[in-house]
C-alpha cells in the first residue's frame, strides 16, 4: 500500500518507490515487450500488476482469517484474536489504496490527460472493474472480520458472566452450611453439646439446606 511514482518522459518510464515494489518485479519479469514508444500501455500494464497482486494478498489475508476463525472456535486465545486485530489493521491500509487507486485511474479515464488510444481506453475501463472488484472485496472482508471481532468479544464476556454467576452461586450454597457450622461451633452452650450425634446433625442440616439452596437455583435455571 506504499505510493509509487510512475514517470513517462518522451523515450523513457520511470519508477519510484520507497521500497521494493512485487508488482514492479512481476512486471519486469513478464512484460518482455518494453517499448518506450508505448509508455502508456506499459503504465496500464504496471496498474495491471499492481490490482493483480492486491488481489491475490486479499485472497491471502481471507484464508488467513478463516484459519484464525477456525482456531478461535476451538480455543479463545488472545494471540489468535491480536492476529486478527493486525489483519483489520492490514484491510484498512487496502481499503484506503484501492479507493485512491480508484480515484485515479476514473480521473484518467475522464480526462484522458495522457492521451490514450481507444484500445487504451478500453483496457484502462477494464483495470477500474478490476480496481473496483478489489475494493469491494477489501470492504466485504473488512465488515466481516470486524463482525467476528463483535461476536468474538461477546462470546468471551457472555463465557466470563457465565463463570461468574456460578461461582457466586457456588458460594451463596456454601454460605449457609459455613454459617450453620460456625454457630454450633461456638464456644457457647448450643444443646448439641453432650450430644454423641450432634456431629452428625451439625452435618447432616448443613447438607440438607445446601441442597435445598441448590435445588432452588437449578429450578430457577441460575445454575
Known sequence: TIPICIILTHNQIVTVNSFENPAIKKFLSTFQNRHPDKKNMMALKVFEKIVQNFMEHLKEINQRRNMLEQKLYSASRNEYLLQLMRIQKSLVYFVT????????????????????????????????????????????????????????????????????????????????????????????????????NAFYIVAALSLGIALIIGWFFLRKKIL
Do not use: C, W
Request: glycine share 4%; net charge negative; charged share 20%.
Open 97 to 196: 489504496a484501492l479507493r485512491s487507486n480508484e480515484m485515479l485511474m476514473m480521473k484518467m479515464a475522464r480526462t484522458n490527460f495522457l492521451g490514450l488510444t481507444e484500445e487504451e481506453k478500453e483496457i484502462l475501463d477494464d483495470l477500474i472493474v478490476d480496481n473496483s472488484q478489489a475494493l469491494e472485496m477489501a470492504n466485504i472482508y473488512t465488515n466481516i472480520l470486524s463482525s467476528t471481532l463483535d461476536a468474538f468479544a461477546s462470546i468471551i464476556a457472555n463465557n466470563q458472566n457465565e463463570v461468574v454467576k456460578r461461582l457466586s452461586v457456588i458460594t451463596i450454597v456454601l454460605t449457609f452450611p459455613v454459617l450453620i457450622a460456625s454457630l454450633f461451633g461456638m464456644n457457647v452452650p448450643s444443646g448439641f453439646e453432650h450430644s454423641e
